[in-house]
């Protein structure tokens, strides 16, 4: 009975989930994922570069929470791109994760031949071990070439966003499209600047929460997929805590007001990052 979100292609998400990047650490990683399954949460995001899928899986299994009932979202890495590749990878996330279908499958980031893995996750979805097929990090341009060379539409572009940085105009045609947005990163990373702020201090104290929770209510509100990461116990407990309470529109607002159009991560259309994440070495 949590908030869920349904993609454009009927199927329901739960409206907030659990990142687990920057988890390098396995047994902290499937400790945070157990705790944040026994605290309420049901949607999972990890990916193959993230090193943890192992652990993640663990957790899962571990969980004492029926398969079934959970959701669980993974990514292609780039250097698995292409129809062959993009097909082996799959079966390795799905191993990895003890698992015999994805509920997500995202490609990570719109380099080299993501054309060639789209075909791939077209495939599997048709086949139906994958319920639902998307991007990260897909700008305009990368989206609208998508649409050219493709039969399925992706139903989640999850990218940088949080109130610092929120993508207005993707945003908005990501909506025109059908297509919900997922941000990462949603509490800038735990950006101090941002958990520091007075005017989100000033609506916290009007609620009794946190900044925190202020940020990802606005999230939730805003009609996002919101995945906040943490190893904390209480935090992933306090960052589960958003439902009972609601921004006035007037907050909302101002919270749409600190948009600064800066981003804290790596900017998709910077050359050097693209050539970077195509020459560099991963061993998933
Ligand atoms: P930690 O994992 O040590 O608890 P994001 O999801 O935006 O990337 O943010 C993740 C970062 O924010 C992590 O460093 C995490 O720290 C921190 N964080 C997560 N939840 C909270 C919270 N409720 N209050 C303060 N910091 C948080």
């Not at 890495?77 to 062959?84: M, N």
């Amino acid at each position: 009975n949590q908030p869920i979100v349904t993609l454009n292609n009927g199927v329901d998400i739960p409206a907030l989930g659990f990142g687990v990047w920057q988890m390098e650490d396995l047994k902290e990683c499937e400790n945070a994922v157990i705790k944040a399954i026994q605290t309420g949460y049901r949607m999972i995001d990890t990916a193959a570069i993230y090193m943890n899928e192992t652990a993640v899986g663990a957790a899962i299994k571990n969980s004492g929470v029926d398969r079934d009932e959970l959701f669980i979202t993974s990514k292609l890495w780039v250097q698995d791109h292409g129809y062959e590749k993009a097909k082996l990878a799959f079966q390795k996330t799905l191993d990895r994760l003890q698992l015999d279908y994805l509920d997500l499958y995202l490609i990570h980031w719109p380099f080299g031949d993501f054309l060639g893995a789209w075909k791939t996750l077209e495939e599997l979805y048709q086949e139906g071990k994958i319920k639902g097929i998307g991007v990260c990090n897909f700008t305009i341009e990368k989206l609208e070439e998508l649409k050219a060379h493709s039969t399925v539409m992706p139903v989640i572009n999850q990218i940088e966003l949080h109130p610092i940085f929120q993508q207005k105009e993707l945003q908005i045609y990501n909506s025109e499209n059908k297509i919900v947005t997922q941000p990462w990163s949603p509490l800038g990373n735990g950006n101090a600047d941002l958990l520091n702020n007075e005017t989100l201090k000033n609506i916290a104290e009007r609620h009794d929460k946190t900044v925190a929770q202020v940020i990802l209510r606005w999230h939730l509100q805003e009609g996002f997929v919101v995945i906040p990461k943490s190893v904390t116990p209480s935090r992933i407990e306090q960052n589960f805590n958003v439902f009972d309470f609601e921004l006035s529109e007037d907050e909302m607002n101002t919270v749409r007001s600190l948009d600064t159009n800066k981003r804290i991560f790596f900017d998709p259309q910077d050359a050097e990052w693209e050539q970077k994440m195509l020459n560099s070495v991963a061993d998933i």
